[in-house]
């Protein structure tokens, strides 16, 4: 009789979830527009929420602010000198770049923020102004070639002091943190050893067997995916090569590299890797994200963030704003 009732819990999540997150629109107020930027995110509270290709929302960075994530991901193209948002080569559309979308509203909104004088920089959220936002910056076109770009659309931000970077002794957290990932070169974000403000997104699985061998190394490589910061990394990179001075996150696929939990809950070895992963990542310094984390059926994916939040996941990959932060789920899931 349980069973029956757990299968027909499970089924009417997976009903649910196939519900995009338009139909509990409650972005509907997004006409008061006009309000833009102060009281956008008035009594927000920041939570550990990234905003997975956020620019495909009807209103990408805007919609993830007033959620509360603190992370949004944009993807970069970089076409005739512009760096272009979009998740594919076709979806590229004229006006919709990485300094319309991301960096010019930014500005704006710091601007607004600090227009005091002689104030401790303020992030974007006024609940929480030490709270950082971290942009991160999908390269989808070759690393080399688009990194200048990347660079110098960074500027605006860069001249008023809005970015977190490493100057050679430390990081200096400011309110926006950029990290690069997908085709983002290594080598080249880490060239200068004296200031950085692009922050690597290092390989989470990496993390997983601690130091490697170099027959782990290798298998570790093979499990590597594209979408995520291992494209760029010259061949002799290890472990040991990321630190806080060069990266940001530690990210992995969770579907590759935990794999769907076919039982509907996660076993003692996948929690052993997770736990394993997550505890390597910190050693280094960075933070943990995964993605591809299941989205179905809901009550499985809340299940499967909940854990992720417990062991010390930092950030989750959120589709689906709306119920992440209507759940309100990570405060008060088991045993915080
Ligand atoms: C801002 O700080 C500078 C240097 O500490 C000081 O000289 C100046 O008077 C301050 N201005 C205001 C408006 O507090
Ligand atoms: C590193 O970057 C800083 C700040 O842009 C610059 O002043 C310095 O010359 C750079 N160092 C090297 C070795 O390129």
Same mark, same amino acid.
């Given at each position: 009789?349980?069973?029956?009732?757990? *299968?027909i819990?499970?089924?009417?999540g997976? %009903?649910?979830? *196939?519900?995009?997150?338009?139909?509990?629109?409650?972005w509907?107020?997004e006409?008061?527009?006009?309000n833009w930027?102060?009281?956008?995110?008035k009594?927000?509270?920041?939570?550990?929420?990234?905003?997975?290709n956020?620019?495909?929302?009807p209103?990408?960075?805007?919609?993830?602010?007033?959620?509360?994530?603190?992370?949004?991901?944009?993807?970069?193209w970089?076409?005739?000198?512009?760096?272009?948002?979009?998740?594919?080569?076709?979806?590229?559309?004229?006006g919709r770049?990485?300094?319309?979308l991301?960096?010019n509203?930014l500005?704006?909104?710091?601007?607004?923020?600090?227009?005091?004088?002689n104030q401790?920089?303020h992030g %974007?959220?006024?609940?929480?102004?030490?709270?950082?936002?971290?942009?991160?910056?999908?390269?989808?076109?070759?690393?080399?070639?688009?990194l200048?770009?990347?660079?110098?659309?960074?500027?605006?931000l860069?001249?008023?002091?809005?970015?977190?970077?490493?100057n050679?002794?430390? %990081?200096?957290?400011?309110?926006?943190?950029?990290?690069?990932?997908?085709?983002?070169?290594?080598?080249?974000?880490?060239?200068?050893?004296?200031?950085?403000?692009?922050?690597?997104?290092?390989?989470?699985?990496?993390?997983?067997?601690?130091e490697?061998?170099?027959?782990?190394?290798? #298998?570790?490589?093979?499990?590597?995916?594209?979408?995520?910061?291992?494209?760029g990394?010259?061949?002799?990179?290890?472990?040991?090569?990321?630190?806080?001075?060069?990266?940001?996150?530690?990210?992995?696929?969770?579907?590759?590299?935990?794999? *769907?939990?076919?039982k *509907?809950?996660?076993?003692?070895?996948?929690?052993n890797?997770?736990?394993?992963?997550?505890?390597?990542?910190?050693?280094?310094?960075?933070?943990?994200r995964?993605?591809?984390?299941?989205?179905?059926? #809901?009550?499985? #994916?809340?299940?499967i963030?909940s854990?992720?939040?417990?062991?010390?996941?930092?950030?989750?990959? %959120?589709?689906?704003l709306?119920?992440?932060i209507?759940?309100?789920?990570?405060?008060?899931n088991?045993?915080?």
């Amino acid at each position: 009789m349980i069973g029956v009732i757990e *299968f027909i819990t499970l089924l009417c999540g997976i %009903v649910v979830s *196939f519900f995009s997150e338009d139909l509990f629109d409650i972005w509907n107020d997004e006409n008061g527009l006009v309000n833009w930027p102060t009281a956008l995110t008035k009594d927000v509270l920041p939570v550990p929420c990234h905003s997975h290709n956020d620019y495909t929302r009807p209103m990408p960075l805007v919609s993830a602010l007033k959620a509360g994530c603190v992370g949004v991901e944009a993807d970069v193209w970089l076409i005739d000198e512009e760096l272009y948002i979009a998740h594919t080569r076709p979806k590229v559309t004229h006006g919709r770049t990485l300094g319309s979308l991301y960096v010019n509203p930014l500005m704006s909104l710091l601007e607004e923020r600090n227009s005091a004088i002689n104030q401790t920089l303020h992030g %974007v959220f006024e609940t929480d102004p030490d709270q950082n936002l971290v942009l991160l910056i999908d390269f989808k076109t070759n690393g080399a070639d688009t990194l200048p770009y990347v660079i110098s659309h960074l500027s605006p931000l860069r001249d008023r002091g809005y970015l977190t970077h490493w100057n050679g002794a430390k %990081v200096v957290n400011r309110p926006i943190t950029v990290v690069a990932t997908g085709s983002a070169p290594f080598e080249l974000l880490t060239a200068n050893s004296t200031y950085r403000d692009i922050f690597y997104d290092a390989p989470l699985e990496l993390m997983e067997d601690g130091e490697p061998k170099p027959v782990q190394r290798a #298998r570790s490589a093979r499990r590597k995916e594209e979408g995520q910061g291992s494209s760029g990394t010259p061949s002799a990179v290890h472990l040991g090569t990321y630190n806080p001075s060069n990266s940001y996150y530690a990210s992995g696929s969770y579907d590759r590299s935990i794999r *769907f939990p076919w039982k *509907f809950y996660i076993t003692s070895n996948q929690l052993n890797r997770i736990r394993a992963q997550i505890n390597e990542a910190h050693r280094r310094g960075l933070k943990v994200r995964y993605w591809s984390t299941p989205s179905w059926p #809901r009550n499985l #994916r809340n299940h499967i963030w909940s854990v992720l939040v417990r062991e010390g996941a930092d950030l989750l990959n %959120v589709d689906d704003l709306e119920s992440a932060i209507k759940g309100h789920w990570w405060s008060n899931n088991e045993g915080r």
